[in-house]
């Protein structure tokens, strides 16, 4: 079964520019997660898809964060402009999910693309 | 924000030790799951368990869960040096899907 995809695995931008990341969740996992990831923190969670509608982006700094989950199925997540407190991993995960239950299961990571704003 | 806190922030041990780890949260449940980090690399899922149960087994790993204290242990027996990560907590809120994580316990298994 292949994993979660993501790209790129490094990024270096400068501050003010914009910057986008990519995710191929796994074949058939309806949610789809964006973790942002500072060194020495746990993942913070920025947006939760079900399928192509948003679940949560509570903790997403719509000013200059926006994503989107195209066809239920890849996503891309954007920074514009960046600034330089955005330098961590930004972590994309999926899960299957009980929907029947209400219930979340064990979500598949990626490797992560860390940025480093200069 | 961060709904579980695990416990202790660090933790180093022998190889062949035992490590015990352990997270509390704030909110109601359906589950909790305990991943692994190692340096550099993606979270790989350890073991979940739900509201409803108390303890699961996986290998060497051994989770409790006490819905009534809202907090969870992991604990790894005969620890390796591979074992060398960092340990988190993730729960899943009741009645909703988001899974939120911890600030992870990082632990050293030295050889």
């Known amino acids: 079964e292949a994993g979660v995809a993501q790209s790129p695995r490094y990024k270096i931008i400068e501050k003010r520019q914009s910057v986008a990341f990519w995710c191929n969740p796994i074949?058939?996992?309806?949610?789809l997660y964006w973790y942002q990831q500072i060194l020495g923190q746990g993942p913070k969670l920025l947006i939760q898809f079900q399928n192509n509608g948003v679940v949560d982006d509570s903790q997403l700094p719509k000013d200059r964060f926006s994503a989107e989950r195209l066809k239920g199925v890849d996503s891309t997540l954007k920074i514009q402009p960046a600034k330089l407190e955005d330098s961590a991993v930004y972590l994309c995960?999926?899960?299957?999910?009980?929907?029947?239950?209400?219930?979340?299961?064990?979500?598949?990571f990626g490797q992560g693309t860390r940025l480093t704003v200069v | 924000s961060q709904q579980g806190e695990e416990d202790p922030q660090a933790l180093s041990i022998q190889e062949g030790e035992n490590a015990t780890m352990n997270c509390s949260y704030k909110?109601?449940?359906?589950?909790l799951q305990w991943y692994r980090q190692n340096s550099g690399r993606g979270l790989v899922h350890l073991i979940l368990?739900?509201?409803?149960?108390r303890e699961k087994h996986s290998g060497r790993l051994r989770v409790t869960l006490d819905t009534s204290k809202k907090s969870s242990s992991l604990l790894i027996t005969a620890s390796r040096a591979a074992d060398t990560a960092s340990y988190f907590c993730?729960?899943?809120?009741?009645?909703?899907?988001?899974?939120?994580f911890g600030a992870g316990t990082r632990l050293f298994v030295k050889a």
């Open positions: 995960a999926s899960s299957l999910d009980e929907a029947l239950l209400s219930m979340n299961t064990e979500a598949f």
């Open positions: 909110t109601s449940i359906n589950n």
């Open positions: 368990i739900r509201s409803n149960e």
């Open positions: 993730a729960t899943g809120e009741t009645g909703g899907f988001k899974t939120i």
């Open positions: 074949s058939g996992h309806a949610t």
